[in-house]
C-alpha cells in the first residue's frame, strides 16, 4: 500500500516546531554558558518536568559542553566515565545514569568555589595571527594582563625585549629549566625553543587577576597537563587560502620555510578540537574582543 505523504501545512507546522525547539534548546545551552543556571538545575528540570522540555530533550553532550571551561575534549571524556552515550538526552538517561550525573555535576558546580581569575590560553596553526591578536589585546586592552614568553630565536624588527618576549641564550634558557621556571616550553619548527615563565602567573591567579597566554599547540597542550583549570582558545583562520595568504604576504621565512610551515599548519588545524573554544579571527579587533570576553570570570 503506497504511503500518503501528510499535507503541506502539517509539514510546515512540523517544521516550525522543530525550528522552535531548537532555538529553546539553545537558549537553556546559552543560560549555562552565561552562568544564569547550573547545569544541575537544568538536568534536574528535566528529569522533573515533561519528556518534551528544552532541558529533557536536550543530549547530555551539549549540556556539559555549555558549562564554561568544560570544552569537547573534556566533556566526551566525561561521558566515557559516567558510561553514558553521545546520542542520550537528559530526559533518556536511566536512574543509575542521572545518579552518576548528578554527582558529577554536584561536585563540580555544588562543591567549590567559583573562581575569580582564569588563564586563558590562545593557540593555532603557524600564520594564523596569534601574535596580531595578542598585539591588539596589548595596545587596546591595558588592563588585561598578558603573559611574556622565553624564546631563544632572534628578535624580530619591532620586537622588544621583555615586551614582546624575553629573548635568552640557550645557557639561560637551561638554567630556568633547571630551576624548574617553566610553566611550559618546547621546541618550536624544529629550531627555536619557547617556554612560559610560571612563577608570574601564579602570582597574577593567586591575587584575582586574569592572565592570556599566547603560546603554540605544543605548549598548549603541556599547559593542559600542568593547569588543567586553564581555558584554551584554538584561533582559526577563515580558510585555508587566507591562511596561505598571510603566511606568504608576511615575507618573514624564505620559500622553502614558507613549504615546511604549511604543512606544519595542516597537522595543527586537526587538533582544534581537543581545545574548549574557537575562535575565527576574521578581523582582528573581533577577534581579539572574543578573547578579551573569555578572560571575564561572572
Known sequence: MPRVAPPDVDRVAAAQAAVAARRARAAVKRSVTSRGRTALDVAESAWAGEPTSPEATLRVRELLMSIPSLGPTRSEKAMGELGIA???????????????????????EGHHELPTSRLVVLAGPTAVGKGTVSRHIRENYPNVLLSISATTRAPRPGEVDGEHYYFLSDEQFDDM???????EWATVHNASRYGTPRPPIDAALADGKSVLLEIDLQGARSVRREMPEALLVFLLPPSWDELVRRLVGRGTEEAAEQARRLETAK?????????????VNREVGQAAAEVVELLEVP
Do not use: P
Open 267 to 279: 597537522v595543527e588545524l586537526r587538533a582544534q578540537d581537543e581545545f574548549d573554544v574557537k575562535v
Open 177 to 183: 629549566i633547571a630551576r624548574g621556571e617553566f610553566l
Open 86 to 108: 553521545t546520542s542520550k538526552r537528559v530526559g533518556g538517561l536511566g536512574v543509575r545514569q542521572r545518579d552518576r550525573l548528578r554527582d558529577y555535576l554536584s561536585l563540580r
